[in-house]
């Protein structure tokens, strides 16, 4: 007996991607914290949340260790983003600023992930 295929859903394919932009962000960034110490997450540095563009952007990922990580979600240290924009510059933090405050219609649609599942893949094997 044929088994027909299961349609693709959107959460598979938003899991997947949220897994590629990991391996992304370790490619595009490496894998060492802005303080030299091995980065252990990769943060959004603008919140998945609060932007849909920038949630699966490499450029929005920062490794980070442990130890900033926790300074960021559980303690809320605002210097602890003050130091990546240092790190990073001005000009990376408004290019994401700006892209931040841009609304996508298309976002959150099987086509996007879809499109942006390849796209991350060509970023990991480049």
């Not at 962000?25 to 914290?33: A, E, R």
């Not at 990922?61 to 303690?75: A, F, Q």
Request: hydrophobic share 30%; glycine share 4%; charged share 30%.
């Amino acid at each position: 007996m044929k088994r027909k295929k299961l349609p693709i859903s959107k959460k598979h394919l938003r899991a997947t991607a949220d897994e590629l932009w990991r391996y992304a962000c370790i490619k595009k960034w490496g894998s060492k914290c802005f303080c030299g110490e091995i980065a252990n997450h990769c943060h959004h540095f603008f919140p998945r949340s609060n932007s849909a563009l920038l949630r699966l952007d490499p450029e929005n990922c920062v490794p980070i260790c442990n130890s900033h990580h926790l300074g960021i979600h559980w303690r809320g240290d605002p210097t602890i983003n003050q130091e990546i924009i240092k790190a990073r510059g001005k000009k990376w933090y408004n290019r994401l600023l700006i892209k931040s405050r841009q609304k996508e219609t298309s976002v959150n649609t099987i086509k996007y992930y879809q499109q942006k599942i390849k796209e991350l893949k060509e970023i990991i094997q480049s």
